[in-house]
């Protein structure tokens, strides 16, 4: 059963301390170390971070040929059947303000997400796009910034004669995860993890845990090396003290070289 939407903010509000390694350390916490990471080839478009609840879709490629046609008649034919009945879809539905799409073109190298589809999810309140597709208009969608998104490939062709609209809230694979419908997704520069809806709450304590312990410790380092401390060193969350804090002691003892 899905969370309520309060409840997904804020889980939401809390990934947003988190990083996407931390998120892994907590699945590892937790039993899962052969889940959740996506596969690396799936990077993000720009540096960016980015997390929602998974509403899934799936392109599925064509069996069907394009008829030979004037270009008049294509324009016709791509907007009036591709568009208006092969790939039609009621995604724009079932998006609120934390949705992260998640889109399987079934690795054929089409578009999953243009510079038109990213502004209209963005204002339809979506978090963040991830498919093993691909990304097309890539040059205005890294100038709009619209929406983070992580794809596999940067593509030139559009949807019609080549995929057809599978529809939405199934399971789906993505870089050799499963993802369902409401399965946490959390993107940053390391790529992207996928933590099953009811595995969330367990994950994120011990993510916590050992993301504040690592702050610590980078705290202790930046001191030593004559760095500045900034957000990354600040502690964001109020729980008990990791069993195995890290110590100005246990630091020395790293260290040293003999």
């Known amino acids: 059963m899905s ?102 073109t079934c690795n054929t190298q089409t578009p999953a997400v ?48 080549r995929v057809e609209w599978g529809g939405h809230s199934m399971q789906v694979e993505i870089g050799g995860q499963l993802v369902r419908r409401d399965d946490l997704v959390v993107a940053d520069g390391d790529g992207a993890i996928i933590v099953p809806e009811e595995l969330v709450d367990d994950v994120l304590t011990y993510a916590i845990q050992e993301s504040e312990n690592d702050k610590r410790a980078r705290a202790m380092l930046f001191d030593r090396l004559g760095i500045a401390r900034n957000e990354s060193t600040e502690s964001s969350f109020d729980v008990d003290p990791h069993p195995y804090a890290m110590t100005e002691e246990a630091l020395d003892k790293r260290l040293r070289r003999t």
């Open 3 to 104: 969370l309520p939407s309060e409840r997904k903010k804020e889980i939401l509000d809390t990934v947003a301390k988190l990083r996407v390694t931390d998120i892994r350390d907590g699945m590892d916490w937790v039993g899962k170390h052969h889940l959740g990471t996506v596969s690396p080839e799936i990077r993000p478009l720009w540096r960016t971070k980015a997390a929602g609840f998974a509403l899934t879709c799936r392109h599925v490629p064509t069996q069907q040929s394009v008829p030979t046609m004037t270009p008049r008649e294509y324009t016709k034919w791509a907007y009036e059947y591709w568009y208006g009945e092969v790939f039609a879809n009621d995604l724009a539905q079932e998006i609120d303000d934390t949705t992260f799409l998640v889109i399987d």
């Open 114 to 161: 243009g510079s038109m589809d990213s502004m209209c999810w963005a204002a339809l309140g979506a978090r963040g796009v991830l498919t093993n597709g691909g990304t097309r208009d890539s040059d205005e969608t890294l100038e709009q910034k619209a929406i983070p998104i992580w794809s596999r490939w940067i593509v030139q062709p559009m949807y019609q004669g």
